[in-house]
């Protein structure tokens, strides 16, 4: 079992230092969602609090403790490519960005870079890539895939090692990760040494507007520490010395947002963004305090409709063994009592247990040869995706529940 040394807790803002907090939602105690459990380890497995507090000076959401990144990322089993929605995502960025350098032979440095799913997009299109990805077994599995990868975890040492034997990049792409960095300021000091002055940083973060509009609380979790708003963000970027020039709003994950930072001035879409933040009510308290009462009757309308389907005899197993999935069947105390098992097509998560509700993470086949009644769609930012692919399951009578952002039945 870990031991309590692998946190620590928080108590000033990783944006401005202040230490003013007001907390709005606790899911409870959660184990680490992505440290899936191999058969016989009976071991107990830590969990620690989930719990979101928003700063009241520059109105970053973030978690109140922080995981030690080595334990969180050691050994990690989300593999970007296993997605066909998030591939033909990475494919439009690429192609965005070869409009932005139109003469330009592109060198692109990819932050958290996983299996190299993004890189190899790039690299279609004639980029030099370089990915940096703090876990060994994804790097490892990039370099096999083609993409030159370093295991490092991205910091300003980091970069200024890999300056002194790579060309500069003209671009830099962080996509999901920016919200997992405790040191937001070490993160883009290392992104001000190597940016050239024509250069950018692409983040890319789920939207707390849209985590709060689509009560989409399972993606909260211990790897998460930020839930961005644009605000803090253009703060932290001025305070290391960048602008925030740019800003789109995607629908990928839910909904997401794609920040352009370097040098120049901000695109006016910037500011029109910020005021609607400030119109919709995210600068208070109200609306945060609404959204955690509206998670707790999400929860019970969960639980209340899968407790009645065991009632009535009806079986219920789950596909996509995500960490949103993990989040929420925790919250929600559900089970092997109420489950018979997970599917996913994750090769490595397969034959492992769910953490923390020890469910048997199977393949694909064994839900076409021991179909259940209803099959609850974890991975529902995949939804339409995962619905496409289990056509035949629905052909022979099979319904598919998606849980968020509103229970629904196919």
């Not at 803002?13 to 959660?30: A, E, T, W």
Request: one cysteine or more; aromatic letters at 10%.
């Amino acid at each position: 079992m870990l031991n309590k040394v692998c946190f620590q807790i928080v108590s000033t803002c990783r944006v401005c230092g202040h230490d003013k907090f007001h907390p709005y939602l606790d899911l409870g105690q959660i184990p680490l969602v992505n440290r899936y459990v191999e058969r016989g380890d009976d071991r107990p497995e830590p969990r620690f609090p989930l719990r979101i507090q928003k700063c009241v000076r520059c109105h970053l959401s973030m978690l109140d403790l922080v995981v030690d990144p080595k334990v969180l990322y050691d050994n990690y089993a989300y593999q970007s490519s296993i997605s066909k929605t998030f591939q033909e995502h990475c494919g439009r960025l690429a192609d965005q960005v070869a409009k932005l350098y139109p003469e330009r032979s592109l060198r692109v440095w990819e932050i958290a870079s996983n299996d190299g799913c993004m890189s190899l997009e790039f690299q279609r299109r004639g980029a030099k890539v370089l990915g940096i990805e703090p876990a060994a077994n994804l790097a490892a599995l990039a370099r096999s895939r083609g993409v030159d990868s370093v295991a490092e975890f991205w910091s300003e040492k980091v970069a200024r090692g890999l300056q002194a034997n790579h060309p500069a990049p003209d671009l830099i792409v962080a996509t999901n990760v920016f919200a997992h960095v405790d040191n937001l300021h070490d993160f883009l000091g290392g992104v001000r040494a190597v940016l050239p002055q024509h250069g950018r940083l692409i983040v890319e973060v789920p939207y707390l507007v849209s985590f709060i509009q689509k009560t989409e609380f399972d993606t909260a979790y211990h790897e998460h520490l930020s839930y961005f708003l644009l605000h803090p963000i253009r703060e932290v970027a001025r305070r290391a010395g960048l602008e925030l020039i740019d800003v789109d709003l995607l629908e990928i994950h839910g909904g997401s947002i794609r920040a352009h930072i370097g040098h120049g001035n901000p695109d006016p879409k910037v500011q029109k963004l910020l005021f609607e933040e400030e119109r919709l009510g995210f600068y208070d308290d109200r609306i945060y305090n609404e959204f955690s009462k509206h998670v707790q009757q999400i929860r019970d309308e969960l639980v209340s409709f899968l407790s009645g389907l065991r009632h009535k005899g009806r079986t219920i197993s789950a596909f996509g063994a995500s960490a949103k999935g993990n989040v929420l069947l925790n919250y929600c105390q559900l089970s092997t009592e109420t489950f018979e098992y997970v599917a996913d097509d994750t090769l490595a998560k397969q034959g492992k247990f769910y953490p923390g509700l020890r469910l048997p993470i199977v393949s694909r086949d064994t839900l076409i040869r021991s179909p259940t009644d209803y099959l609850v769609v974890l991975a529902w930012n995949f939804y339409e995706e995962i619905k496409t692919s289990l056509a035949g399951y629905m052909a022979g009578g099979g319904r598919l529940v998606c849980p968020l952002p509103n229970l629904r039945i196919n």
